[in-house]
């Protein structure tokens, strides 16, 4: 498909112009942290530099809590409604290599059967455009799974490159078109400032001291077994505290939990994410299945690695953004993990 | 005309006149009662009450020795010296220029003057 | 699933007037849960309650609701009315739509909403009730008075009368206490020895009561009505058994420097003693500190004097351990040292002494036989200034913040036996109010001025000098204004009073509070002012507050009474309503421990299974018969796994919000 | 750093060849140079141990744990770490008997956080010089002042004293900043009830519920959370409302209120970068005005501020008249 | 100021919501001696029972505030008349600073309150009631601090 330029210096009116096709979501600064939001919300900055959001665009197609019914009791009679699902239109702008493939990674568990329709009427509604990376950072591993952030692939619907002076646009799909056509700032361009970033961007990946992790040991063909006792565990697990920053900040996490809401007026059935690092996730009656947080740590890491790559063909279901690293508390991160377990493990 | 209200010698004193009990031990103390024309615990009653423009022309105010008997007998902790000593820092405040500047005092000093007497010199005429 | 009943009450038309009462029932029957609801005129009357019992019957109800008036009105009444209909009575919540409704608003729409309101957060509460019982526990029929002045020897008096078994713990070798050291009484003037010893022989002779002299209390575990207390009965190195308190061997003691605790050290007595003549039990002891024999090995006079053969070198000290239903502090008071008043000369001249000094001094058993003479010289005296409110109402650090009370009235007494038998003798007294409260007092204290011409100055004194064998004393006379300069023979302190310091450790082996001031708290200022909040322990005599003689035995019995209305008991019925917490939350922090008022919370180490995991844990348990229910350790917990009862954070976010809908 | 670092490692040996502890919980390296993790170490693994601008995990949290384990342990705290351990160790958490605990010397620890946010990107490895901190990066070398990238703790320093270790290494270090801790929260209060209310909202509405700073708090050690009670009546996996923000937050600050020793490790491994310390000083600072200076874990015998009380303790209405409404 | 002020609702006239925790032994009684002297307060005050002033946990003024509640006062004995003897001090203490947090996260100041009502102080209790509904009637509704799902 063919390429587009406009003025970096016109992002803003581009951004307006992309409210034609439904509320446009950027990364944004806003208080400290940096998210993909509305476009225009007071006290925020979009800014399309920023190399990863401290969130991941997952909140824009599952959202850490939503309703899914409603009981409404008056006397003895209950009434059910049902929570409505996304009708409105919105742009999804900026997304990088790795949270694109992320992307790819929930569509295999929510549009697989039984599709899930909350999921499903989202993603129908988004135009997603992914954004090439130029400056990686050091904690970047996304390459050690095939992924090239310098031409972000995967379900979106046009591809972007930012440089120092312009915005470059491919489309991919229809939807994609309809990005250019909607902004008149966009004019054909040719590949050679793209070229010259991603030759630029290829060398610094060439040096990330992570680009290259080692992940032989897992996939679709690992030794589950092997993996799964592997002696590294347990001093690997043995200070992560329990809580889900991980969890939350990843990309392809995907786990929820229902719950119920009291109202005063009737009931609020809802769902919200869960972590399986949390000691009470899938708490039942009797208790719950992985009493340790070993298990717990084992089961998020060999679900990334090996479960989920067994069940899709091989698909990692980590993606290497690298938001791990950054997050957790006690710095035990895939790269840490994917590293103790694909050598020989630690003499104790 | 320096403030003369009730409140200001209790700002300057730093004490409370209310937790006296009047039991009298501030007088009962005091070396210079008799050369005193308002006694200690009179100066407490008085600032209690707001009089504090006779106490401002008090000659007791001069004739304290800063010896701060009262303070350490006080059971309630009421400090009547230094009550006397923010009259008098208000009496010697309004008469800036005739104040005796520090470095002159230890002229006046023999070798006979006790520390202390040496000490309230200071702290009653260099304020 | 339960099945609630809901019962509107009209009270006539105190609620009926104001609340439609039909349009509450019919709002609560569309309320989940609610299987009944109905309106009566009299819900309280024998019908109305006939009524809620058939209803339990009929509909096979499982909880109550009564929209009445107050609970503190008729919840009892509801709660018989249940148990009598076989439901268990914490199963009823009572919604207040009288005194909290009808009663205060005039709109009745604007009532009817609130009544509803009220009686579905009663619903909303009585779904999440849990059916209690009140667990019972056994009273052991013996009480246990630690301290044996006049307080303890009262309340043990009273409490043997009863026909109770009572045990009094006393550290000295004798009962007797502060008053035995006493001269006279205010305001009667007569002898304290005369009313005293008659109450320590009986007190000795009768059968309910032990006496445990010389003792300590060592341990105290358990709570109301079953205290197991260890008392440690130091070794007298005499047998009790056989010694006749002949005396003999006091006298021939060769050791005599022992400063004598009864004189208040203003004489000497021997390393075997009896504290005084009139002692109970009068058995001597031995002194092993200043004893020559267990100093140096060698003496042993005493074993070659006493024909009974009491002396026992080796008795050792003896534990005994025994159960109690109620335990009586009256540990008593003593007298601040006032040496810490640099000004008064105490310590400085030995003619400056304290009331109780003064008090021995004055007494025909007493160092001087009686004779009022200056311990420094021995001369007559002839002027004696006595300072009040020494050490009392003081916040400069050195004394107390407490009226001592006691203090005017003895100052008083003072002044009058000295110039009653030394007329020649005059007395200046300083001070700073005379408080006279109680019966003849202020005429005693008139007396004193008018009859007996002791000189009263308003005003303190600020020094006590030595000048040329006399006491020079500085003070202000405040009503004159002048300062005064006297000379003195004597200055008499009445020191402030203090609590004994083995309060403080016997409180804490009781959980037993204590105030800044060392003071035992009451469980109610006002309306229990003999009980400890810990409960099954009381309170009796000085330990507790400042307080004269009769004041003294008048709590002494007060306490009495209370520990026999205890011990009358054949069970205690616990407060349903009580904490408990949770082991599988609980973190082991101490933090409700910290606040109980009234010692109910302690820890064990406990094994757990929490989900399959097993662990070994810390954990809070609460004695029922002890916790009385007032929530304060629930929200201490930061976990929750303290509740209440009764009140549990369920209920109570229930009602919020039934209120909230 | 070297050179402090071989002089704990030399004291930690000598203390296990003493028998006096078995294991050493201390830090780990990790894969890059900014992210240590807790580790335990045994003798023969001594030297694996760091010590430098990134170790500012606080290991008491973690003696939970390893003093239920056999053996005893000796455990490595910086100043302020210690103050968490007693606290602890007071609340029954810890069993004391089983840990050593060795104070150890600290200059401060940075914040990656900052530096990133100073320009720092792709940094690959870091050193210490004269005051100044040098990034290596795949873009060339960053040198930027040490104060600037220091934690928010250690900017306002409490000082070198330690609680409750056993012993302490004595090492000569610089002197920290000591900035007045409590400014941000006076500059708050300050402010008018709008202004805080637009500030708190704008930082909880970042929250993600991830727990990080209650798992992380020392404080925060109750075995079961009562956000993970069903049975609470406020638990919850999600903030699902601006009304679950607050309750969060304002509930963690208040149950750890006159327990916390204001470590700082709540805002240092906040992933949404909130402010929580803001929280659990202002209750400290409140603390400290209305019922006299208190410092958790300094005393083993003080009553905990709100298990406390005087007669003479001030009406609630008395903090209300204070700042501006 | 009049005690019996509280006037009928007007219809659609703002009403408040407001929640009141009382200690069995002195406010409830207290409450319960308004009533029989026929004190008046508005009918927005709603009256929780709790055995003392100490049982009232923070999670218990959010909740009514979740649950849309405009006002949360607290009554207790005075200080010193507690009939579990210090439940109420700790009372205090626990609200004062819970008060005062929620005065930084910039929760309108008024709509918090605690006082102490004796078993004999009906009138204080009407008063006090009477003065809190009119202080959140001027503040209007809770907006800062609910649950919006609530009541739907």
Redo the contacts between chains.
């Keep these: 498909m063919s390429l587009y330029a406009m003025d970096r210096a016109r992002l803003g009116e581009l951004y307006e112009a992309l409210g034609a096709l439904g509320r446009v979501y950027l990364p944004t600064r806003k208080n400290g942290a940096s998210a993909f939001l509305p476009y225009g919300e007071e006290g925020s900055e979009a800014d399309l530099s920023l190399l990863l959001c401290d969130k991941s665009p997952k909140d824009l197609f599952f959202p850490q809590s939503e309703e899914l019914v409603k009981f409404r009791l008056t006397g003895a009679e209950i009434a059910l409604q049902e929570a409505a699902r996304q009708k409105e239109p919105f742009v999804l702008f900026g997304v990088k290599a790795c949270d694109l493939q992320a992307i790819e990674v929930l569509d295999r568990v929510f549009l697989a059967e039984p599709v899930d329709s909350f999921y499903q009427s989202r993603r129908e509604h988004a135009t997603v455009v992914a954004l090439a990376c130029a400056r990686p950072a050091e904690s970047c591993f996304c390459t050690a799974f095939g992924i090239d952030p310098t031409s972000p692939q995967g379900p979106c619907d046009a591809v972007a490159w930012l440089t120092e002076s312009a915005l470059y646009l491919r489309p991919c799909t229809e939807k994609g078109e309809t990005i250019v056509s909607c902004f008149a700032g966009f004019a054909p361009a040719d590949e050679k400032e793209v070229a010259a970033q991603q030759a630029a961007a290829r060398a610094v990946l060439g040096r990330l001291p992570y680009g290259q992790l080692d992940l032989s040991r897992f996939g679709e063909a690992s030794d589950e077994l092997a993996l799964f006792d592997h002696p590294a565990w347990e001093e690997l697990s043995a200070h992560c505290l329990g809580c889900g920053s991980c969890t939350f900040s990843c990309p392809t996490c995907q786990c929820y939990d229902i719950r119920d809401y009291d109202t005063g007026k009737g009931v609020l059935r809802f769902r919200c994410w869960d972590s399986c690092m949390y000691k009470d996730f899938t708490m039942m009656a009797h208790g719950t299945p992985r009493k340790t947080q070993k298990e717990r740590f084992r089961q998020r890491f060999l679900h990334k690695l090996v479960y989920y790559p067994k069940n899709n063909g091989g698909l990692f279901s980590c993606v290497g953004c690298g938001r791990c690293v950054k997050k957790c508390p006690a710095n035990l991160h895939m790269i840490r993990v994917a590293k103790a377990l694909g050598g020989e493990p630690r003499a104790q | 005309m320096p403030e003369t209200t009730r409140e200001t010698v209790l700002r300057i004193s730093g004490t409370n006149t209310r937790k006296c009990m009047l039991c009298g031990k501030c007088s009962g103390s005091c070396p210079a009662y008799d050369a005193m024309d308002y006694r200690p615990h009179q100066f407490v009653a008085m600032v209690e009450r707001g009089e504090i423009a006779p106490l401002l022309q008090s000659k007791s105010l001069y004739a304290c020795m800063s010896c701060f008997a009262c303070v350490e007998r006080c059971p309630r902790g009421v400090q009547p010296a230094s009550l006397i000593e923010a009259l008098r820092a208000m009496v010697l405040r309004e008469r800036e220029h005739t104040r005796l500047p520090a470095q002159l005092i230890p002229e006046l000093i023999d070798a006979g003057t006790p520390q202390q007497a040496v000490v309230s010199a200071f702290r009653k005429l260099s304020k | 699933m339960q099945k609630i009943g809901v019962f509107v009450c009209w009270c006539g038309s105190n609620i009926a007037g104001t609340v439609d009462v039909g349009r509450v029932v019919e709002a609560v029957r569309q309320e989940p849960g609610v299987a009944f609801a109905a309106d009566y005129q009299y819900m309280c009357s024998d019908s109305g309650q006939n009524l809620i019992k058939s209803a339990v019957k009929e509909h096979g109800l499982t909880g109550i609701v009564v929209c009445s008036c107050s609970p503190r009105m008729h919840e009892a009444t509801f709660k018989k009315t249940a148990a009598a209909a076989g439901l268990n009575p914490y199963m009823v919540e009572i919604a207040n739509i009288r005194e909290h409704c009808s009663w205060i608003h005039k709109n009745m729409e604007e009532a009817t909403e609130k009544a509803i309101v009220l009686a579905r957060a009663a619903i909303a509460k009585v779904l999440k009730d849990a059916p209690l019982t009140s667990g019972t526990t056994e009273v052991t029929k013996r009480a246990l008075v630690i301290g044996g002045g006049i307080a303890g020897i009262q309340t043990a008096l009273d409490i043997a009368e009863a026909g109770f078994a009572v045990d009094i713990v006393e550290k000295q070798p004798t009962i007797g206490g502060r008053m035995a050291q006493l001269d006279k009484t205010f305001p009667t003037l007569d002898c304290s020895a005369c009313i005293l010893t008659p109450k320590m022989v009986d007190a000795g002779a009768n059968e309910n009561i032990e006496l445990f002299t010389y003792s300590e209390v060592e341990s105290v575990k358990g709570f109301v009505g079953n205290f197991t207390v260890t008392i440690r009965k130091k070794a007298r190195s005499v047998r009790a058994d056989l010694c006749t308190g002949c005396g003999e061997c006091t006298e021939k003691c060769p050791s005599r420097k022992t400063k004598n605790e009864f004189n208040m050290g203003m004489d000497t007595r021997g390393a075997i003693y009896i504290p005084y003549a009139q002692a109970v039990p009068k058995i001597a002891v031995i002194d092993r500190e200043h004893c020559l024999h267990f100093k140096t090995g060698k003496c042993g006079l005493c074993e070659r004097t006493c024909s009974a053969k009491a002396i026992d070198f080796a008795q050792e000290d003896e534990l005994v351990t025994r159960n109690y239903g109620a335990i009586v502090m009256a540990t008593g008071f003593q007298m601040i040292d006032p040496s810490g008043f640099g000004e008064f000369g105490y310590g400085k001249s030995k003619d400056v002494l304290t009331s109780l000094e003064f008090e021995r001094l004055m007494n025909a058993a007493g160092p001087t036989g009686g004779h009022l003479v200056c311990p420094s010289d021995g001369r007559h005296p002839k002027h004696i200034v006595f300072i009040q409110c020494v050490g009392s109402r003081d916040t400069s650090g050195c004394g107390k913040p407490y009226c001592s009370k006691i203090c005017c009235m003895y100052t008083a007494k003072h002044a009058i036996l000295v110039r009653d038998k030394y007329p020649d003798v005059s007395v200046t007294v300083f001070y700073i109010d005379v408080r006279t409260p109680g019966k003849n007092f202020d005429e005693f204290y008139r007396r004193a001025v008018e009859e007996y011409g002791v000189q009263y100055v308003k005003g303190m004194v600020g020094k006590v000098t030595r000048e040329g064998g006399r006491l020079k004393v500085q003070g202000s006379d405040l009503l004159n204004d002048r300062q005064l300069h006297l000379e003195a023979d004597m200055v008499v302190l009445a020191a402030a009073i203090e609590p004994d310091p083995t309060a403080r450790s016997v409180a804490s082996m009781l959980t037993a509070s204590i105030d800044t001031n060392g003071f035992m708290t009451e469980a109610h200022p006002k309306l229990r002012p003999v009980e400890s909040p810990t409960a099954g322990v009381f309170l009796s005599g000085v330990c507790q507050g400042p307080k004269d003689i009769p004041e003294t035995v008048a709590q002494a019995s007060a306490c009495a009474a209370k520990v026999i209305g205890l011990l009358c008991k054949q069970k205690l019925v616990n407060n349903a309503c009580v904490a408990s917490s949770d082991p599988l939350l609980c973190n082991g922090c101490s933090s409700c421990e910290k606040v109980c008022p009234y010692g109910a919370i302690t820890y064990e180490e406990r094994e757990l299974n929490d989900k399959g995991v097993r662990r070994t844990a810390r954990v809070a348990v609460v004695n029922e018969a002890v916790c009385q229910g007032c929530g304060a350790c629930t929200v201490a917990c930061p976990s929750g796994a303290m509740d209440l009862k009764g009140f549990t954070n369920q209920q109570i976010m229930a009602e919020v919000d039934a209120i909230c809908r | 750093m070297r050179e402090l670092t071989n002089a704990i490692c030399a004291r930690a040996k000598e203390l296990l060849q003493s028998g006096a502890a078995g294991r050493v919980l201390g830090w780990a390296p990790g894969e890059f140079f900014y992210d240590p993790t807790p580790g335990v170490f045994s003798e023969g693994r001594l030297n694996e141990l760091v010590y430098d601008g990134f170790t500012a995990a606080n290991l008491s949290k973690y003696c939970i744990a390893e003093s239920q384990k056999e053996g005893k342990v000796l455990v490595l705290l910086k100043p302020c770490d210690s103050y968490s351990l007693a606290q602890l160790v007071k609340e029954h958490r810890v069993k004391r008997e089983n840990i050593y605990a060795l104070g150890i010397p600290c200059e401060g620890k940075l914040d990656m956080r900052k530096a990133r946010a100073k320009g720092v990107e792709g940094a690959l490895s870091f050193r210490e010089e004269d005051g100044q901190v040098v990034f290596e990066t795949l873009y060339g070398e960053v040198r930027l002042a040490r104060e600037e990238l220091l934690l928010e703790r250690c900017l306002c320093c409490r000082g070198r004293e330690y609680a409750g270790v056993d012993e302490t290494l004595e090492y000569a270090l610089p002197e920290l900043p000591k900035r007045d801790r409590f400014q941000k929260v006076a500059a708050l209060e300050e402010q008018t009830a709008q202004e805080r209310y637009a500030f708190w909202r704008g930082e909880l509405s970042k929250c993600i519920r991830c727990n990080a700073c209650r798992n992380v708090c020392p404080a925060c050690s109750c075995v079961q959370c009562v956000f993970d009670n069903p049975q609470s009546g406020v638990a919850a996996k999600a903030n699902s409302t601006e009304f679950e923000e607050s309750l969060f937050h304002i509930i963690r600050a208040w149950h750890v209120a006159g327990r916390c020793t204001d470590c700082g490790e709540c805002s240092r491994v906040c992933p949404q970068s909130i402010p929580l310390h803001l929280l659990n000083r202002k209750f400290i600072k409140d603390v400290n005005e209305l019922y006299g200076e208190y410092q958790a874990g300094a005393d083993p015998a003080a009553r905990p501020p709100l298990v406390n009380y005087t007669p003479e303790d001030p009406e609630p209405s008395a903090v209300l008249e204070r700042g501006r409404a | 100021m009049p005690l019996n002020t509280?006037a009928?609702?007007q219809t659609g006239e703002y009403r408040p919501?407001i929640?009141a925790f009382c200690c069995?032994w002195c406010s409830?009684?207290g409450?319960?001696l308004?009533?029989?002297s026929?004190?008046?307060?508005p009918?927005d005050v709603?009256?929780?029972?709790?055995?003392?002033s100490?049982?009232?946990?923070?999670?218990?003024v959010?909740?009514?505030?979740?649950?849309?509640?405009d006002g949360v006062i607290l009554c207790g004995c005075h200080?010193?008349?507690c009939?579990?003897?210090?439940?109420n001090?700790?009372t205090?203490?626990?609200?004062?600073?819970?008060?005062?947090?929620?005065?930084?996260?910039?929760?309108?100041?008024?709509r918090?309150?605690?006082e102490w009502v004796s078993a004999a102080e009906g009138a204080k209790f009407?008063a006090t009631m009477n003065d809190f509904a009119r202080t959140i009637r001027a503040l209007g509704e809770n907006r800062?601090?609910?649950?919006?799902?609530?009541?739907?």
Excluded at chain 5, 62 to 69: I, N, S, T
Excluded at chain 5, 144 to 152: A, F, V
């Design positions: 509280s009928p609702a919501l929640v069995n409830y009684a409450a319960d308004a009533g029989s026929r004190l008046t307060y009918a709603k009256i929780i029972r709790v055995p003392c100490c049982r009232v946990n923070p999670l218990f959010l909740k009514a505030f979740e649950r849309g509640a200080p010193g008349d009939h579990y003897t210090t439940g001090y700790y205090r203490r626990r609200m004062t600073l819970l008060f005062s947090m929620l005065d930084y996260l910039g929760i309108e100041r008024e918090t309150r605690v009407s800062k601090l609910r649950d919006l799902r609530c009541g739907n």
